[in-house]
């Protein structure tokens, strides 16, 4: 009979089956055994990484999920990009959507979580509420350029013109989308909405992986 | 009593009401709720930083229908200063309003920069303290009932004992000089009543801790006395 809270507590993060076998010093069947036993109990959550290699990402607690997912679940499921949630998130008062993620990404000012953004431009439904929720934070014009951008890379929804006219006229506290950030590539984007790029076109091409 | 849908609940009617961000720290109970260590808790008890944010939420709760206590006893620290929380009384649970601290145990820095969990609820912001947090708040107490939930932090989590020790040392400059005895004390029990597992090495440093902490109150001729929170 296993423990199973022991087991969880050594197994704590990211496993594969191999790695578990060398952990407990099983035999690899045995740990399949034991990832499943696990998984029933609901310490276990599945994520492939590279080549489909199946990794288990233990917990020793079962944490009830209430609510909805915050900013890096969303972007995990729904960007080619994955991040690395530094917390986790979880969002009551409404179910999220792609226009408010967009904003909130670019509000992290981190470069990797707003690369995983440009995905989120195919899921907008309302072109307005994105202009609106982004005026009122005043990224309006990063929101713009960021959207060109993706354009270049990936399929996107088409931005109406009147959103597209706002977002120009719009007003920005900084150019920088990312602190510092700048580069040479994307400089008809970055002249049009006179902000300063984070990305070079070798960091779009992640999308094409 | 609440559990944990019902506690989602009163934070939504909060955030809801409130009329600006407004962050706070959960811990206790109420956190170890949010991590699933645990079903119910009696009081929910938050930490606030700012003081315009308790008072935003000590409103919206009072229209809630939640009452201010008044009487709150047996919150001391070693220099006399009374830090009392706020409490907001309701039918079935009650809200432990603090401000930068938790019963000397101040809250600081790296304390937020070990939080791993946010909650939001409109205009509410619920941050949950790490285990690690909410096991050394639990030692400045004497509630019985806060032995039984250390006892399940440290059953049910990794905990990270360099943390605990680090956050002693630095617990005795910024806060509560006798924190290492309160801790060591606290652990020590849990060792014998609980049969929890500490290492051997964790007490011996907590009372390297306490020693050397009692030295430099000797040598600088200061006297110190340790109350527990016992309400």
Known sequence: MMDIQNITKKLEGLQTVDSIAVSLGIAR?????????????????TIYGKRKIRMYRISPIKAPKFGYPGLYEFLNQNSKIKVYPPYTERIYD??????EMIVKAIKTGNLRTILSSLALFNKVKDWAKLSQIA?????GRKIGALYDAARTII???KMD???????????????????????????QIEKEWKVSFPFNKADLEAYKE | MINLEEQISLFKIIGSQLSKKVECIAIGGSAMMFYGAKTTTKDVDLVFLKKDDLEAVKKVLFNSGFDERKNIKGVFREDEEIIKPVMMDGKETRFDLFLNEVIGFIVHNELIERIKELHDFGNLRVKTASPEDILMMKACTEREKD?????????????DWEVILSETSKQTKIGIAAFP???????????ENYKIDVQKNVIKDLLKIAEKMIEELKRKDKLIRVTKYKS
């Open chain 2, 181 to 191: 005895i309160l801790l060591y004390d606290f652990l020590t029990e849990l060792k």
């Open chain 1, 94 to 99: 409404h179910k999220p959507t792609a226009e």
């Open chain 1, 161 to 187: 013109k009147k959103t597209r006219k706002a977002l120009l006229r719009s007003k920005i506290d900084d150019k920088f989308i990312v602190k510092y950030a700048r580069t040479k590539d994307l400089q």
């Open chain 2, 147 to 159: 032995r039984d939930d250390a006892a399940e932090i440290i059953k049910k989590f990794n905990i």
């Open chain 1, 135 to 139: 005026r009122k934070e005043n990224i």
């Open chain 1, 155 to 157: 399929r996107v929804r």
């Open chain 1, 29 to 45: 069947r045995t740990a399949v055994n034991y990832v499943w036993a696990l998984r029933k109990e609901g310490f276990v959550e």
